[in-house]
């Protein structure tokens, strides 16, 4: 073999091992554009599913804001039923509340549910209501009543509206009642019967909740061993009043020093909102949860009879005890002749003439206290909690709006407090006169004002 073989031989040895390299780099490229092409896919399908989510919950919060003002729709129509009926003593006497409650209480869902048993024609109606509506996904509204809580506002001292302690005043007006600075709660077992107020009754129940949950619960009591209540109460009340009104409260000093060791600047004004209560020194959120169904922050005119629980019973009626608790609520929802309480006089008719717990003229005067306490009992809700939820394919959302319904008492210049505080007599005004001014402006009907949204939660 010469050289020219050799040469020929080394060549096609280069050649051959080119040829494999080029493979290398062909196979290498088309791995990297394969990863890119991977990740582009992958990226362009998370892209759309992000997409396909932002449109579903769009979809879902429009649905949710539909409901909420249908349900908003249905207060108004309340409250223009309500106002006619008051208007109108015949009809008064012909539609009974609990009637007119339907207006707003009957939930609504979307698309309608029939049962097993719904006739043909319905399910042609609600064939037909479904195609012809312009709404896609689904919609659940319901409309609660929760005027059945005293407002802890009601504690809050307000300089603007309540007159100075003045012990010495020619008028008597220097009742425990108008001391702004008597901040101290009766902890005796029978204080509740003499005394109603709103700090009281806090203390009252607060302690009862408190006491029957470390019956049930030792991790709970040992983590709230040495509760002070008059110091949480103390310090709701300092964090909500004016500044500087519960001054010469004798807690007042322990207060403020708890604020500045937090520190947390008290608001001096009323609570909006009931996360504001987290705030507060002492109240945890355990002590919260058990008193969050017996009081809110929202103004209400009046608790609802319909509405009461054992724990607001006990309040109303301290005497009672657990077997005529049961047989309250037996009277009152009994399923085949459930009872509506229409008004206090309906309610006074089981406390004393049914149960007899206790006298005509004792209940009369409890009742007269809770009124000058700013509690009144009726069973016109003008509290409401509405949670409306839309839902379109995976995408929930969910509504919750607490709405209010004042309501402006003829006799009163208080709207929305449930007092009927008289209007003061005219100069030279004979005192038959004012009794007959009274009388009428008394004789007036209750008339409810817009509903109006005074907190929204979105879930």
Not at 346 to 355: A, Q, S
């Amino acid at each position: 073999m010469g050289i020219k073989d050799y040469l020929l031989k080394d060549f096609k040895v280069i050649i051959k091992n080119q040829s494999g390299v080029a493979l290398m780099m062909i196979m290498t490229a088309i791995i990297l554009l394969m990863a890119i092409y991977g990740e582009f896919t992958f990226e362009s399908k998370i892209s759309r599913i992000k997409a396909t989510n932002v449109m579903d919950r769009s979809q879902a919060k429009l649905l949710a804001e539909s409901g909420l003002q249908m349900a908003m729709t249905r207060l108004k129509l309340y409250k223009e039923a309500f106002n006619k009926i008051e208007g109108n003593a015949t009809a008064k006497t012909q539609v009974p509340p609990q009637l007119l409650n339907q207006l707003w209480e009957v939930p609504f869902i979307f698309p309608v549910p029939l049962g097993a048993g719904a006739s043909r024609s319905i399910k042609d109606t609600v064939q037909k209501f479904t195609e012809d509506s312009l709404l896609e996904g689904s919609m659940r509204v319901t409309v609660t009543n929760i005027s059945n809580r005293m407002n802890l506002n009601l504690l809050r001292f307000d300089t603007a509206k309540k007159r100075p302690y003045n012990p010495n005043d020619p008028e008597g007006r220097n009742s425990i009642d108008d001391d702004p600075n008597d901040g101290i709660i009766d902890a005796g077992p029978t204080a509740i019967q003499n005394n109603v107020s709103v700090d009281q009754s806090l203390y009252f129940l607060l302690k009862r909740l408190v006491d029957e949950k470390k019956e049930k619960d030792e991790d709970f009591e040992d983590r709230n061993a040495n509760i002070n209540y008059q110091e949480l109460i103390t310090n709701l009340k300092f964090y909500i009043s004016d500044y500087q009104s519960l001054m010469t409260d004798p807690m007042a000093g322990r207060a403020e020093a708890e604020f500045q060791r937090i520190p947390l600047e008290p608001k001096y004004g009323p609570l909006s909102s009931a996360s504001e209560l987290y705030a507060i020194p002492g109240w945890n959120d355990e002590l919260i949860e058990l008193i969050q169904n017996e009081f809110s922050i929202y103004p209400s005119a009046q608790i609802d009879l319909n509405k009461l629980t054992s724990n607001m019973l006990r309040i109303l009626v301290p005497n009672i005890d657990d077997e005529q608790i049961r047989s309250f609520f037996e009277y009152r929802d009994n399923p085949e002749q459930p009872k509506f309480f229409n008004n206090i006089q309906d309610f006074k008719k089981w406390v004393v003439e049914i149960e007899r717990i206790v006298n005509d003229t004792m209940f009369d005067e409890r009742i007269e206290k809770f009124t000058k306490a700013g509690v009144t009992f009726g069973s016109n809700p003008n509290l409401f909690k509405v949670i409306s939820e839309g839902l379109y394919n995976r995408s929930t959302y969910t509504l919750v709006a607490y709405v209010y319904m004042p309501k402006q008492e003829a006799s009163s210049n208080n709207q929305g407090t449930g007092t009927t505080t008289k209007p003061p007599k005219n100069p030279g005004e004979t005192e038959a006169d004012y009794q007959k001014r009274t009388q009428s402006l008394a004789n007036q009907p209750t008339q409810l004002l817009e509903p109006r949204i005074i907190e929204m939660q979105i879930n």
